[in-house]
């Protein structure tokens, strides 16, 4: 079974300010790892992807990046967040040669 | 053209009827076909899986994909006030993975 943790499950940053969201997960070594986020009303984009430690994607040009330091640990950063940066952001695994991928509770973030 | 097509709805429909959520996709490396369910403020879980064209049934829910018309559904029978949710289809293919808009369901007692 696949197991995610996030958090924190809800922040409210101001503008300017640093951003840290931090991804944890349980199961077999050397998952495949996503970090979605999910506008209002709208669908998931992709932000990033990683294979492997130290080894990261990014799908959208953007205020964010993103780091693998541990196999299991994904974290998604920005040094100086933007009002549209508010969104609901999900990590997600998938493993080994599965075409699934599992969610993990999600990290609300307001930046006001 | 979105590579997969959602209707986002709202759509409201009484406890105990059948639910029909659709989608459609344009590229044909999509092989892998997915439901997800959100419930408000959390995250998606997996609903359904499907590979190959035809149905594939769990329970009260129905997956049915018709690759040659690139068009997906899920069906949901005797639907219940806790089915309300929104719905994401996903496909997957090409090194692609996908995601409709989401179809939000109210389902009222």
């Known amino acids: 079974s696949q197991t995610i943790h996030q958090w924190p499950a809800t922040l409210v940053q101001p503008v300017g300010s640093p951003l840290s969201l931090e991804c944890t997960v349980e199961?077999?070594?050397?998952?495949?790892l996503y970090w979605y986020r999910q506008a209002a009303g709208r669908g998931l984009q992709l932000l990033f992807y990683s294979v492997g430690i130290g080894q990261i994607s990014s799908e959208v040009p953007q205020n964010l990046s993103a780091s693998r330091p541990q196999d299991r640990q994904f974290i998604l950063s920005s040094k100086k967040l933007l009002l549209s940066d508010s969104g609901f952001y999900l990590c997600?695994?998938?493993?080994?040669?599965?075409?699934?991928?599992?969610f993990g509770e999600g990290s609300w973030l307001t930046v006001v | 053209q979105k590579e997969v097509e959602q209707d986002p709805g709202p759509l409201s429909v009484p406890e105990g009827a059948i639910v029909s959520l659709n989608c459609t996709y344009s590229n044909s490396a999509f092989q892998y076909f997915m439901w997800y369910r959100q419930y408000s403020r959390k995250g998606p879980e997996l609903l359904m899986y499907t590979y190959s064209s035809g149905n594939k049934e769990d329970g009260r829910f129905t997956a049915q994909v018709d690759k040659s018309s690139k068009y997906i559904s899920l069906f949901i029978r005797d639907s219940q006030p806790s089915d309300s949710a929104t719905y994401l289809c996903?496909?997957?293919?090409?090194?692609?993975?996908?995601f409709g808009q989401g179809t939000e369901l109210s389902v009222k007692p």
């Open positions: 997600a695994q998938r493993q080994g040669d599965r075409n699934t991928i599992y």
């Open positions: 996903a496909a997957q293919g090409g090194g692609k993975l996908i």
């Open positions: 199961g077999t070594s050397n998952p495949n």
